[in-house]
């Protein structure tokens, strides 16, 4: 089975709240942005260390600097 799947099956089986939520909506689905690996790591930290719009922003800027 995939990953998701099998990950489904077992929050299914310890939870009987999350056995119903997955019957209605169906297995969760995981969305991924196409970012490198190392915007992905500052973007990581930046959210850890600061609220989602500054790290967002302080992303975007050190991204911008890295290209220019």
Do not use: F, W
Not at 21 to 42: C, F, H, M, N, W
């Amino acid at each position: 089975t995939e990953p998701m799947s099998a990950a489904a099956q077992h929050l299914a089986a310890a939870c009987p709240r999350l056995a119903d939520a997955i019957a209605r909506l169906g297995r969760p689905r995981i969305v991924t942005d196409k970012q490198s690996l190392y915007e992905s790591l500052v973007r990581a930290i930046a959210h850890q260390q600061l609220n989602g719009t500054a790290a967002r922003n302080a992303a975007d800027k050190a991204k911008k600097a890295k290209k220019g």
